[in-house]
């Protein structure tokens, strides 16, 4: 009876997330299944493999429990596995960048700890969130990135919506106007060619809790800006010179992001190892590691992704994600 228990509640985990997959449910408890997926179908392989153990001397009797645990084992196993786990990349035959995305979550530090902080990774190319006056003036008053970064582009913003790229290569000020948290930028490459980078932050969900469990989510803002952001993707004269950087406040297996799955490659499904959590919640800072992968670095086929990193250490609710590209041959 045990066995039979576990056999059901990870089909209706499995059940649950598979059921988002289908309605692209917007508000309500349903779309939680999405933004913790892989939570969800970690839980139900747990169970699964209990419900399989509890059942070996059951006999013909738990042939239908055995058979439900395994089925949810292979669902899972098929799910996840580009997410948790990537076949090693093809080493760079050329020229490579290495961009690295922070949200450094506004007022969560001062204004030189935050330039410490891009400084401490010596990447080609950076992209911050929430950049607040105050971090600006951390950053532009540091003298390892001044220099550093001899091509930036900042704006600034009072509160969530502030925008910063800083790069070794040059920069080329993209004259666009976006109705949500978006800075267009040309990112000249060594080969002649201009790739069009995109910082992004669309808007936050909406999350309903009961203390500190959510039990409710409203994705209508951020699909919204997902959507217009893709529509930036596909209105570029070639989307292959995409690179999209930075939090999109949604998991890569969402619905909401499927406008952008169909654009771009998600670098850490390319080339990453383990779940590759990138955001926790501040009370779990102390942790040293995230709980939603929520940061993302995204490119259109210049750009190949070779392998990712992340680091959690620094004071914020995000990880630094660093990513190494591959420049591919032109053709």
């Known amino acids: 009876m045990r066995s039979t228990v576990l056999a059901g509640l990870a089909a209706f985990l499995v059940l649950a997330v598979v059921a988002q997959q289908v309605v692209h449910a917007q508000s309500g408890p349903l779309p939680l299944a999405g933004v913790f997926e892989l ?4 839980i139900a392989v747990l169970l699964a493999v209990g419900a399989i153990a509890g059942s070996l001397y059951a006999g013909p009797a738990a042939a239908w429990t055995r058979l439900v645990a395994l089925a949810v084992v292979v669902v899972v196993i098929v799910r996840t596995g580009g997410e948790v786990w990537s076949p090693s990349a093809a ?22 700890e935050a330039a410490a902080g891009i400084a401490a990774i010596d990447a080609d190319l950076v992209a911050v969130q929430e950049l607040t006056p105050e971090y600006t003036a ?7 990135l001044t220099t550093r970064y001899p091509y930036r582009i900042l704006d600034p913003q009072p509160g969530a919506f502030g925008l910063g790229v800083l790069s070794k290569l040059p920069l080329v000020v993209r004259d666009t106007t976006f109705s949500s948290s978006i800075l267009q930028a040309g990112l000249l490459l060594r080969d002649g060619r201009t790739v069009e980078l995109f910082d992004v932050h669309p808007r936050r969900p909406d999350y309903r809790n009961a203390g500190p469990v959510p039990i409710a989510l409203d994705t209508h803002v951020r699909d919204a800006d997902v959507r217009e952001i ?3 993707l596909a209105g570029l ?40 959590f990138t955001w926790r919640p501040d009370g779990l800072e102390f942790l040293g590691v995230g709980v939603l992968r929520i940061d993302h670095v995204l490119t259109g086929g210049w750009l190949r992704p070779v392998d990712t990193s992340l680091d959690c250490r620094t ?7 660093l990513v190494r590209l591959a420049v591919e041959p032109k053709g």
Do not use: F, Y
Request: negative net charge.
């Open 91 to 112: 080493p760079p035959t050329g020229d490579t960048i290495t961009a690295l995305s922070w949200n450094l979550e506004m007022d969560s530090k001062p204004g030189p």
């Open 237 to 276: 004269d070639d989307p292959r010179s995409a690179l999209v950087m930075g939090d999109l406040n949604g998991v890569w297996t969402e619905p909401g992001l499927e406008p952008l799955r169909e654009l771009t490659q998600d670098a850490h499904e390319v080339a990453g190892i383990g779940p590759g």
């Open 138 to 144: 951390g950053i532009l008053a540091d003298a390892t």
């Open 315 to 321: 004071v914020g609710d995000h990880c630094r994600l």
């Open 39 to 42: 939570h969800l179908l970690a």
């Open 230 to 232: 893709a529509s930036a």
